[in-house]
């Protein structure tokens, strides 16, 4: 089956520090990743995805991830934090071959960015 | 270029009512899905609609329900309500073979229910 994992509840950084929100995976197939942002009380916002290629993705707001096939990973990153990257973060792989229009979401990383 | 809207924002119902929640798709988009974001928890699969009709349906009972127009425009209904009904319900609109063929789903800012 389907499943992402996010095993951190909160991540805290400084401003100006490098950022690693965590995501690891488990399929069968060819896995398809996304990575979506949702600040408070808002809806979520497309970050980045893998579908194949170059294993460094690079997506909106200086965001990108690193997918890691031998590990099973699609690790967020960004060099240098800001307060406002302060959101929630949802890691998600595509659903089977039986349920094509479904994403499967992670339980979500809170990321809190310190001034 | 207008992306997902949804209404209404908020909404409070009582146990046992029916609500019925709004999304518009993306213009270029033809397929709506459905998603219930609990509390604290990632959003999880509702249905499927495109060409008018329930594609693909996820873990959840016959009370939830939909509709989708001909101009591609959606309705999640949900009747009896369940206090465990109070979330944030979210539309999302793509194309009818995202996310599997690794086309984006774009989400829409949600429709928070509150059940007392």
């Known amino acids: 089956a389907q499943s992402v994992a996010q095993p951190e509840d909160q991540v805290n950084v400084a401003e100006g520090n490098p950022l690693t929100v965590k995501c690891t995976y488990s399929v069968s197939g060819n896995p398809y990743l996304f990575w979506y942002v949702q600040y408070p009380n808002r809806g979520l916002q497309f970050l980045l995805k893998?579908?194949?290629?170059?294993?460094l993705v690079k997506g909106s707001y200086g965001f990108e991830a690193e997918f890691n096939k031998s590990q099973t990973s699609f690790h967020l990153k960004k060099p240098s934090a800001l307060v406002s990257d302060s959101a929630l973060y949802f890691c998600?792989?595509?659903?089977?071959?039986?349920?094509?229009?479904?994403?499967?979401f992670g339980q979500g990383t809170t990321l809190q960015v310190k001034p | 270029d207008a992306g997902v809207t949804q209404s209404p924002t908020h909404l409070i119902k009582t146990r046992g009512q029916q609500v019925t929640l709004r999304c518009s798709p993306k213009?270029?988009?033809?397929?709506v899905s459905w998603y219930q974001q609990a509390l604290g928890q990632g959003p999880q699969f509702i249905f499927q609609?495109?060409?008018?009709?329930?594609?693909q349906r996820g873990n959840f009972p016959d009370r939830f329900s939909g509709h989708q127009f001909p101009n591609y425009s959606s309705e999640l209904n949900v009747n009896a309500l369940l206090l465990g009904d109070s979330a944030l319900y979210l539309c999302?609109?793509?194309?009818?073979?995202?996310?599997?063929?690794?086309?984006?789903?774009?989400f829409g800012e949600g429709s928070w229910l509150t059940v007392v």
């Open positions: 893998y579908i194949t290629g170059d294993n």
């Open positions: 609609y495109y060409e008018e009709e329930e594609r």
């Open positions: 213009s270029g988009h033809d397929t």
């Open positions: 999302a609109s793509s194309t009818p073979t995202a996310p599997y063929s690794g086309n984006t789903i774009y």
């Open positions: 998600a792989v595509r659903g089977p071959p039986s349920n094509t229009g479904k994403l499967i």
